[in-house]
């Protein structure tokens, strides 16, 4: 390669990667991978906010049997046992939610949760709060398929296994 052609490369390589901005200050154009580098850590971040709402917000309440958790069990009539087992299903998916190898698998999990949520809401609470577990699936399926790559990955470990 001549050193023109090398010098025209390089320059064409780097203005696709420098951000261009108009007189403005305003960037007109990003590389791909600042793009995806931002994609990443606010997916990652979603995630942990996630994980938090449902380890704290939603699981946390109905372990430690707080009245707000234990009413709605009660008149859905599936008791204490019914809401231990949500609770730590909630846990294990906020867990799950930041691993990376399993965070596809529980956003797939936390969703058909949800589905039952809104079932309940519909059947047993006139629909009352049935918008929340629909805005919570919206989240979920966007990590679920935006981390379906690691799913072929989980099935080798568990292939390895066996």
């Known amino acids: 390669m001549s050193d023109s052609t090398a010098s025209v490369s390089s320059a064409a390589s780097a203005a696709a990667v420098a951000p261009a ?44 049997a707080h009245p707000s958790a234990v009413e709605p069990f009660e008149k859905i009539g599936w008791g204490s046992a019914g809401m231990y087992s949500i609770g730590v299903l909630e846990l ?28 309940t809401q519909v059947v047993v609470f006139d629909g009352q709060y049935a918008a929340t577990p629909l805005i919570l699936i919206v989240p979920l399926s966007l990590i679920a398929w935006a981390r379906r790559g690691h799913n072929a990955e989980l099935l080798r470990l568990i292939r390895r296994r066996s």
Do not use: C, D, H, N
Request: proline share 3%; no cysteine.
């Open 92 to 119: 294990l998916g906020a867990v799950a939610l930041l691993i990376p190898v399993l965070s596809s698998v529980a956003a797939v999990s936390l969703s058909a949760l949800m589905v039952g949520a809104f079932i």
């Open 21 to 64: 901005t108009s007189g403005t200050g305003i960037v007109i154009a990003e590389s791909a991978t600042a793009r995806g580098r931002r994609a990443r850590i606010a997916l990652r971040a979603l995630q942990v906010v996630l994980a938090l709402f449902y380890g704290l917000a939603s699981a946390l309440p109905k372990l430690i």
